[in-house]
């Protein structure tokens, strides 16, 4: 998952096949974010220039999402879950252990839909059912 | 010798505990040893204790095996699984084992059967006959079958599928739409996954039916970002969907027009709630709408919108192809039809049991479930997600339909049971249900806004001691504030939750000075 860096050339190219999509903010910062890995603070004025909304709307939805992020991404994203099919096989305490081990790149998540195999935790996009501290030293970069 | 066909889920869960490397392995080793297979990567039964279940075609009949690792394969050559062998992970017959053949199934009944994305495969299993019936009577036959199936919403609220649709139906509007709300956020839910990974086109025809008898054109799917496979799958059955015509200017040849289109959460709870979806597919923050308007009336960028969860259209077919008095044979009261209950947590056998609505909470945890995974005895569920109440083992006689659970003062919500350990702290819960509420607030009420974490302050108060009695009655309080003085079911339920927790269990919240770390 390797992540172009931030140009506004290339941001504008990105937007221009969303020009006529009904309701374009959420998706032109998904778009972004999925290509440069974060939403850089440039674009808030580029998309609601683009799209002729004001900032205050772009900057609204930046804030509200809790994927959206602002900052570029770190060498792992290990996301646990934390919602309480998990915690019912002990997440917290994975929880515990891999903020320890392996400290910001940890985010807490709320429910991957695996809550009969739990713990689950998504590690660079790959989920991890009955997962171990073990299990995701295996597939951390 | 002929072609072996071998079944191995791509489900996100069966992957999630190594089917993927299972089926690499297999295939590997079918290679080495000369033997022609073939594998398809099917949805999951549902069993998921036993993911990954490997199946093999043994003439007529599908031999299971789970769960297999990759550590098994060898030995599982050597014990001719490939002809059915005996084996100690051998479950025999897939479609005998007990745990699904006393399953209903009628929304699923070809999750895990078929390929999920063959047409053929859908069609020579009872798709798409609703559809054509469909488009063969008219709008108000359809809308009629609905109603008098008795279906009602799967996503939470239980509104009468069939009223909504006739809503907007009558009004009058050259664009509608049809919303699938796929956001699915409840911890302890998965159905709504694992229809949409193991038979996508049962959603996509179910829309299509809601798209003719309402007369929308448009299908939006609002689904959450947390289902990466989902949302692959979903977009690969658009595309075979429409270029076999069940979608697109010229459905089945009718003339009529449905198409359908994705729209990817960005992780919020709330967005679930059918209003804040219609805010986040506009593209805006995820804020909670008031009511009225409906959205029936208008809801996307204020067209009439029909909102539906993932197994309320996909039940639809179903309900088309059998009739309404099929569907509504099943269940009690005025809970019809099927329900399909998801069970998870610390439980030994999690999975899905679609069943008629009525069977009792103990049947559930206890025979299907077979209590907890920690071997543990069990001391807690919670039913119908995060704003869901939490029962306790006393509690086990309840019947599992809308109205029995509201009596007993929870919901049924989207079916999701979670079960706990006698390790459970049900104040931690309470307080965690709090501290959730505070995290996914849209901030439109103020007591759902700031009450949530007053809330958990407040139970950490009893938590550690402090003035319990008086805090408890403040605690209740404040739930009462938050019951009446929120516009929607995040603020309106969390209570539930919390009061149940106290009243269920109410030894988890006294003075707990001794044990407070
Ligand atoms: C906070 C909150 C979250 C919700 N999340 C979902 C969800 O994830 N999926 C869903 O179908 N309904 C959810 N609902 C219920 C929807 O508002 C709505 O009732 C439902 O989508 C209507 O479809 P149905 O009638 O087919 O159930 C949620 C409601 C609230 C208040
Ligand atoms: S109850 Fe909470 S989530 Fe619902 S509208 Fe009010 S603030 Fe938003
Ligand atoms: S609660 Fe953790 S995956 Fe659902």
Redesign the interface.
């Given at each position: 998952m390797s992540t172009a860096t931030w140009s506004k050339d290339h941001a504008l190219a990105l937007l221009e096949p969303l020009r006529h999509e009904p309701g374009p903010v959420l998706i032109a910062l998904q778009a972004l974010q999925a290509e440069f890995g974060y939403v850089h603070v440039e674009a808030v004025a580029l998309v609601a220039t683009f799209f002729n909304v004001s900032r205050a709307d772009v900057h609204g939805v930046l804030t509200f999402y809790h994927d959206l992020r602002t900052t570029p991404p770190l060498a792992n994203a290990i996301h646990i879950c934390v919602a309480e099919a998990c915690q019912a096989v002990g997440s917290r305490d994975l929880e515990k252990a891999l903020k320890n081990q392996y400290k910001d790149q940890v985010t807490d998540a709320y429910c991957f839909g695996n809550c009969a195999l739990g713990p689950a935790v998504m590690v660079n996009g790959k989920l991890i059912g009955r997962a171990t501290a073990a299990k995701i030293a295996a597939v951390i970069r | 010798m002929s072609t072996i066909k071998i079944f191995i889920p791509r489900d996100?869960?069966a992957?999630?505990?190594g089917a993927d490397d299972v089926a690499l392995e297999i295939a590997r080793r079918a290679v080495a040893e000369n033997l022609s297979v073939e594998i398809i990567r099917n949805g999951t039964r549902g069993a998921?204790?036993l993911?990954p279940l490997v199946e093999v075609q043994v003439g007529a009949d599908r031999i299971g095996y789970g769960p297999v690792q990759v550590a098994d394969v060898a030995d599982l050559f050597k014990a001719k699984f490939l002809e059915g062998g005996a084996h100690q992970l051998c479950i025999n017959k897939v479609d005998e084992l007990p745990w699904l053949a006393e399953q209903d199934r009628i929304t699923f009944k070809r999750v895990g059967i078929i390929d999920p994305l063959s047409i053929v495969d859908y069609e020579s299993n009872g798709g798409l006959v609703g559809l054509r019936r469909a488009l063969a009577i008219s709008e108000k036959e359809i809308i009629a079958e609905v109603t008098e199936s008795g279906l009602r919403g799967r996503g939470g609220a239980g509104f009468p599928a069939g009223i909504k649709w006739k809503t907007v139906s009558e009004a009058s509007s050259e664009t509608k739409y049809i919303c699938c709300n796929a956001d699915?956020?409840?911890?302890?839910?998965?159905a709504?996954?694992?229809l949409m990974e193991g038979d996508p086109f049962t959603l996509i025809e179910g829309m299509t039916i809601a798209g003719i008898a309402v007369g929308a054109k448009e299908g939006i799917i609002y689904i959450r970002?947390?289902?990466?496979?989902a949302i692959a799958q979903l977009e690969a059955a658009i595309a075979i969907a429409q270029e076999f015509k069940l979608l697109g200017p010229n459905i089945l040849g009718s003339g009529r027009t449905f198409n359908v289109k994705i729209?990817?959460?960005?992780?919020?709870?709330v967005c679930g709630e059918e209003t804040a979806m219609l805010e986040?597919?506009?593209?805006?923050?995820?804020?909670v709408r008031s009511k009225p308007p409906l959205p029936a009336i208008s809801g996307l960028?204020g067209k009439p919108t029909v909102i539906n969860n993932v197994l309320t259209l996909s039940s639809v077919p179903a309900v088309l192809a059998d009739g309404a008095a099929s569907y509504k044979s099943r269940g009690v009261g005025r809970s019809l039809g099927t329900q399909i209950f998801?069970?998870?947590?610390?439980?030994k056998r999690?999975?899905i049991v679609e069943t008629g609505f009525g069977i009792t909470l103990e049947k559930l945890v206890m025979d299907y479930g077979g209590g907890t995974?920690?071997g543990k005895p069990v001391k807690a569920v919670?039913i119908g997600g995060?704003l869901g109440a939490y029962f306790a083992v006393k509690n086990f006689g309840i019947s599992m339909d809308y109205e029995s659970l509201i009596a007993a003062g929870g919901m049924l919500g989207h079916g999701?049971l979670?079960?706990?350990?006698e390790n459970?702290d049900l104040a931690v819960?309470a307080k965690?249900a709090m501290e959730?509420c505070a995290i996914?607030s849209c901030g439109k009420c103020t007591p759902c806004r700031l009450g949530s974490t007053r809330g958990a302050e407040t139970i950490q108060l009893i938590i550690d001691g402090h003035n319990p009695e008086s805090n408890k009655k403040l605690l209740l309080d404040l739930c009462e504030v938050m019951t009446d003085g929120s516009l929607c079911a995040m603020g309106g339920l969390t209570p539930m939750p919390v009061k149940s927790a106290m009243i269920n269990f109410p030894e988890d919240f006294d003075s707990r000075v001794e044990v407070a770390k």
């Open positions: - | 996100s869960a992957v999630s505990v998921l204790w993911e699915e956020g409840d911890s302890g839910t998965f709504d996954r694992i970002s947390e289902y990466p496979a729209r990817i959460g960005a992780g919020s709870y986040s597919i506009e593209g805006k923050r995820g804020v960028f998801q069970i998870a947590g610390n439980v999690g999975g995974f920690s919670q995060p999701g979670v079960i706990f350990d459970v819960q965690f959730f996914e």
